[in-house]
């Protein structure tokens, strides 16, 4: 991170808290921009920091269009910044724009292929599209870059056994039950069932 982004970042949240709750936040930085916004210029660190920090507020309030209008922006004026692509595509995906969330997302993991989030949330809109193989790529993905947080895990599991692909489910699931044992005996019955329904068989595994 270069060091006027860290500034940025620090700014963005002093700024935040320091507006009082967010309903007023957004009012004071609504204005602040209007009034700041023609002398820093569209490219400028600061304006993009309370850009940044607007369209999160916007987002809290569940103001989806103009969260995504903002970030559009953003994302025109700092092309390079993976962060907001990410969050363009969160919007889009609460907004149930799939399509949008996922060019979002993709975007996002050109400029840093590393972006865990992200690989989740495009395996999420990827499963709502019905691209069950295409959404299990992207949360293996995400698993191997964050092996222990359980969401991608959870999800594998659900994709799997939705596929009828038991063996795979079976792991996932034991590999989730290593160090969230109660997660992974809540999707027993996800897998169970779907056996059932398939008419396979799956032998509970005691935790």
């Avoid at 079976?170 to 039950?177: A, G, K, S």
Wanted: one cysteine or more.
């Amino acid at each position: 991170m270069s060091h006027w982004k860290a500034w940025a970042a620090a700014w963005r949240w002093r700024l935040w808290s320091s507006l009082g709750p967010p309903a007023t936040a957004l009012v004071s930085l609504e204005k602040w921009l209007a009034c700041h916004s023609p002398e820093l210029g569209p490219s400028c660190p600061l304006r993009c920091s309370a850009l940044a920090t607007q369209a999160h507020l916007l987002a809290g309030a569940g103001q989806w269009c103009r969260a995504a209008s903002v970030l559009t922006d953003l994302q025109a004026q700092q092309p390079d910044v993976a962060a907001h692509s990410f969050n363009l595509g969160y919007v889009f995906e609460r907004m149930e724009q799939p399509l949008q969330a996922q060019a979002a997302f993709e975007r996002a993991l050109v400029l840093n292929p590393r972006m865990d989030l992200a690989w989740y949330g495009l395996g999420e809109v990827l499963f709502r599209q019905g691209l069950l193989g295409q959404a299990v790529k992207a949360w293996e993905q995400q698993v191997s870059l964050q092996p222990f947080c359980p969401h991608g895990l959870e999800r594998l599991v659900v994709a799997h056994a939705a596929q009828a692909q038991w063996t795979q489910a079976r792991q996932r699931l034991d590999q989730l039950r290593c160090f969230e044992p109660r997660r992974a005996m809540a999707l027993e019955p996800v897998v169970q069932s779907s056996a059932i329904a398939s008419g396979a068989r799956l032998n509970p595994v005691s935790p």
